[in-house]
């Protein structure tokens, strides 16, 4: 009696070319809710290795975005928009629905070559990654190893 339907939580795809999947807050969201000081946002644009043998020009690249807030860094929404985004998006509806943490994800060891392996090796453990985005664009150098 006491459970809810949180739709927010609720994994959505966009059955399109490329197909879009989503769960979670938006960036906009989260600021709006949490508060700027309290959301980073992690991204990553690749290009899937399905496309590998396409002239450049024609590859088209996976773009994610991973929403934390809070200290722990809680998962509060992905965002994925890409091939491979329609399957990807349900098995990470549950880390947000759990309430995950960054930290869990960066403690998952990554399935390669997979497209949801960025998902989990976004910075500062990642490799691909070359910067941490914080809100609106603002964007630094991910921390070292060390830091």
């Given at each position: 009696p006491d459970a809810c339907?949180?739709?927010?939580?609720i994994p959505t795809v966009v059955f399109s070319h490329p197909p879009?999947?989503?769960v979670g807050y938006t960036e906009p969201d989260?600021?709006?809710?949490?508060?700027?000081?309290?959301?980073?946002?992690?991204?990553?644009?690749?290009?899937?290795?399905?496309?590998s043998m396409l002239a450049p020009e024609d590859k088209p690249k996976t773009a994610m975005k991973l929403i934390c807030v809070g200290k722990e860094e809680t998962v509060v929404g992905?965002?994925?928009?890409?091939?491979?985004?329609?399957?990807?998006?349900?098995?990470?509806?549950?880390?947000?629905?759990?309430?995950?943490?960054k930290s869990d994800l960066d403690n998952i060891v990554a399935i390669h070559p997979t497209a949801s392996e960025e998902f989990v090796t976004m910075a500062p453990w990642g490799k691909i990654q070359d910067r941490i985005t914080l809100p609106f664009g603002t964007a630094r150098p991910p921390p070292t190893m060390l830091e």
């Open positions: 339907l949180h739709y927010h939580q879009i999947g989503t989260a600021v709006a809710k949490f508060g700027l000081s309290n959301v980073k946002v992690y991204t990553s644009s690749f290009v899937n290795l399905f496309y992905m965002h994925v928009a890409g091939m491979g985004a329609d399957e990807m998006i349900q098995g990470f509806g549950v880390a947000v629905k759990m309430g995950a943490y």
